[in-house]
């Protein structure tokens, strides 16, 4: 009796962790495919920031342009980068030297492309 | 004692079999809570390395020559000691050091950090140092 209730313990706790497991890989995949545009967007916004971050950094004036796709929604707002895809909207901070100026500035999408641009102490998106 | 067979019961079987699909189910779900926590973390870790970039290249810290030309990670003892990041983020905090002495500028929580070789202008000689930043 005493290895049976033994099995019948275990195989209960398989079955609870075939439930977890169900709902932990539901909420995966349900991530990846409702919120399939929210992850674009916070990994869109945070490679822009990034970007702005090191040319903020640098000496040079430069211009940099970024193949950017049909998602090119993009905004520098209050020291943020704004990227929208679908209903998703995320904002990331751009850390740089706080002598640089950044300005708020829209993405133009000339040929599915953004241009950030830095000359003398100001930086801004096209 | 010769010809002796150890037989396992069929209970034991069951609890062996059983172990080895909860071992098994347990591994699957690890797997996919680690790569859940990956996705969050790599915000924190991308701020670090933004606030690095900011620093090695920041007017305010770094060594100008005469001619007006400034070096990327040559940080220059007399900026040090004026104690003025220049950075527009307050959340970080940043310990430079020569080996002989140090400089903290900001404040953190100290959750992550981040080390890095610099070089150190001080009294017309190049030192070698390091630069840690938490977050």
């Not at chain 2, 010809?3 to 591994?27: R, T």
Request: net charge negative.
């Amino acid at each position: 009796m005493k290895g049976s209730l033994l099995v019948t313990f275990l195989q209960f706790f398989a079955d609870l962790v075939i439930v977890l497991l169900i709902i932990y890989s539901s909420y995966i995949i349900g991530l990846s495919i409702f919120r399939r545009n929210w992850v674009n967007t916070k990994l869109f916004s945070e490679t822009v920031a990034s970007i702005i971050s090191s040319i903020s950094s640098s000496n040079f004036d430069i211009s940099s342009r970024i193949f950017v796709g049909k998602s090119c929604d993009v905004k520098i707002l209050n020291d943020k980068v704004i990227v929208k895809i679908g209903n998703d909207v995320y904002s990331h901070e751009i850390i740089a030297p706080n002598y640089i100026k950044i300005k708020d500035s829209n993405s133009t999408c000339l040929d599915n492309s953004i241009t950030i641009k830095k000359i003398g102490e100001e930086v801004w998106i096209e | 004692m010769k010809g002796q067979v150890w037989i396992i019961s069929e209970n034991m079987i069951d609890i062996l079999k059983n172990i080895i699909v909860i071992a098994v189910l347990l591994g699957l779900f690890l797997l996919f809570a680690i790569y859940n926590i990956k996705i969050n973390e790599t915000t924190e870790e991308r701020k670090i390395f933004d606030a690095v970039n900011s620093i090695i290249g920041n007017k305010c810290l770094i060594y100008e020559d005469e001619s007006g030309n400034f070096y990327r990670s040559i940080f220059d003892e007399e900026k040090l000691n004026q104690d003025n990041v220049c950075l527009n983020s307050n959340e970080f905090e940043i310990e430079v050091s020569d080996f002989e002495n140090t400089w903290r500028l900001g404040s953190s929580q100290h959750k992550k950090s981040f080390t890095l070789p610099i070089t150190i202008y001080s009294k017309e000689k190049f030192k070698f140092g390091k630069m840690v930043i938490s977050y």
